[in-house]
């Protein structure tokens, strides 16, 4: 049989390196952008002093620093980033609550707590601006979903694609009286 009764710790065999790499991955698809102002004009500032692989960054349009952890739920939290990102592969295996907490060695309140954190998404939800002044909002158009009307949806001006099928929000005032939309 061997020695496959030696107890292989996941955590041990995670990097920390990928794991900066992975929330970058997920936060900034597109590229590092400043939560602040969402400025893509970034520069990098060396590292953080007690986490290496954590990189620092100065906005050029702000002036402002921020880190990849920045506004994501990781940042403050006691629990090392590779625990978090564990947490989410397990999530990604389907994996419980419980055996996740068995899993990374955390009670079942920490582990419940970190999968629904993590199910809101991992960038902290901003306030939405607030509205000063007179607003006007003109007619809009509601698509939620084309099943069985795919013809509507392409009337619309929407596509089959991506966005039409996760409810489409247009607002398109100036087509109101286009003929398209008559019968
Ligand atoms: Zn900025």
New binding site residues.
Partial sequence: MGDTGVMIHIQSLIDDAKCFETVRTLRWPDGVS?P????FD?TKQGRDDTQPERQRYL?Q????RFDDLTDTIFAGHHQPLRVWILCLYFMGLNLSNHHIAHELDLNKDDAQQMTSQLRQGIVLKKPSPTLTDEVECDEAYIVAGHKGKPEEVVKKGGTAGADASRGNVAAAPSQRRSPRFSG
């Fill in positions: 400043c602040h102002c969402d400025s970034v906005c349009a702000c002036e402002r």
